[in-house]
């Protein structure tokens, strides 16, 4: 008759334990440093400029908020201050200054999910 009790009580408490564990799938914030989320920034910042009408490439100013969520891989929501350079598409391996003039930056948050063991990268959403 104990084990009635019991049981239902030790269940919950486990799938609690459980929970705070492996997580609740829950969006969170990363390290803006983070080898994973930088992969995914890069890859959104080329796709960014590869399909931009300008003739110019953007950088990354400044990271702004980086967001990490486990899903079947790792989705990734980084928002990010960018700005145009002086360099044209196609000069990708060049170091590239940032134009300087105050009304040049813009915000953009891109979300990415990786999944690197299958070497897979998407670029869901890009709002700027």
């Known amino acids: 008759?104990?084990?009635?009790?019991?049981?239902?009580?030790?269940?919950?408490?486990?799938?609690?334990?459980?929970?705070?564990?492996?997580?609740?799938?829950?969006?969170?914030?990363?390290?803006?440093?983070?080898?994973?989320?930088?992969?995914?920034?890069?890859?959104?910042?080329?796709?960014?400029?590869?399909?931009?009408?300008?003739?110019?490439?953007?950088?990354?100013?400044?990271?702004?908020?980086?967001?990490?969520?486990v899903v079947a891989g790792m989705k990734y929501v980084i928002t990010v201050r960018m700005a145009k350079t002086p360099c044209r598409k196609g000069s990708e391996n060049e170091v590239c200054a940032i134009y300087q003039e105050p009304a040049m930056p813009y915000q953009c948050t891109f979300t990415v999910w990786s999944r690197p063991w299958i070497n897979d990268i998407q670029l869901l959403k890009e709002t700027c």
């Open 1 to 69: 008759m104990m084990w009635k009790i019991v049981f239902p009580v030790f269940s919950a408490v486990f799938s609690v334990g459980l929970g705070g564990l492996a997580g609740d799938g829950g969006i969170s914030n990363i390290d803006i440093s983070n080898e994973g989320m930088l992969n995914a920034l890069n890859y959104a910042v080329v796709q960014h400029n590869q399909g931009s009408n300008d003739l110019y490439l953007s950088q990354v100013v400044k990271v702004i908020d980086a967001k990490a969520q």
